[in-house]
């Protein structure tokens, strides 16, 4: 079982008042907030270990180099990958997939190629092809969904040709909350012996994720949607790939040796982290995993799933009210419209109670309009919510319902 008391303590803006109410903070989906121990951590990097890593003799420069090479171990062990060389730190998801798409595209495809994406990818797994798809001529195909919000994975094997270059696809869905069966998807991509990437944005913070396992080739997420501080994400590639891909940005801890004639770059995984790197962000990214690990990730998942399914039947007692996505697995995340209130106004309102939840497009136009519909109010849930909330939510929603 979960110790709510002692989870909600550990995280102090939970304690504030928004508009002079207690917060009920459902927008985890944008970012979730932060216990203490992950704060602590950031000030203990810059009050005792601070200097810049990798490149000095003095005892600093090695506290800070061992601190954050530790994290990336930490980071490994978490997502179970092979090797700590597969783990290169980036500013986030949509950069981890910004670098997939420009040296993938660059080393691997030609124009005409294909990348298939679904139709219920964040806008972050769309526009970096789209990019490519001007400059290395790829053409992006989309696996359709039904109105449930799954995958028509049916479709998959037909949308597969010797043109496919690469699949990349969302765990979770940040809008519907649809687990996608992604074991299934690798299975039937590495028939075909397509790699596939996987945006885990969504999935690794609500239930544990093996890389091993799941055999993807890629694998992207966020610091800050997993309790971490904001500006570090993870991209994890198998080695094989990795090793065969070109640098994505140039400048220095990225390379063995520059000349003005010839630069030769550093072995993984750093011939992808060009600059300093966030040593403080690594560091405390690694202390939010420690904290979830010690929670233990099949009792949040389980904690998760029951705060779901609340959320899902008491909101399913409110008149008019429509849950977009009820695919059979999901995870965190419910999206709705009440029909006659636009979603900003009920959001509005919602946060004059004090509960912040997410409204419009969620980053995911295209999927809008496979729905139909402008944008959705999304209520996103993290470990330290709790079921008297999702009441608070519930009720707030009733009143809007009754001033319209
Ligand atoms: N993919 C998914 C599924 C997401 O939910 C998000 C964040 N909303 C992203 C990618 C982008 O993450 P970030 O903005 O942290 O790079």
Redesign the pocket.
Known sequence: MINLADIRADFPILSRLVHGKPLVYLDN??TTQKPECVIDKIREIYCSVNANVHRGVHFLSQAATDEHEASRRTVQEFIGAASSNEIVFTR???EAINLIASSYCREFCKPGDEVIISAME?H??IVPWQLQATISGIKLRVLPISDEGELLLEELEKMISSRTKLIAI?HVS?VLGTVTPIGKIIEIAHRYDVPVLV?A??SVQHMAVDVQQIDCDFLVF?S??IYGPTGI?VLYGKEKWLEKLPPYQGGGEMIASVSFEKTTFAALPFKFEAGTPDYVGSAALATALDYLSRIGLEKIARYEHDLLTYATEQLSTIDNLKIYGTASDKCSVISFLVEGIHHYDMGVLLDTMGIAVRTGHH?AEPLMRRLGVEGTVRASFAIYNTREEIDLLVNGIRRIVKMF
């Open positions: 989906g944008a986030g998801t949509t964040h972050s797994n969302t940040n945006d944005a969504q966020s800050h949607k994400g980053c």
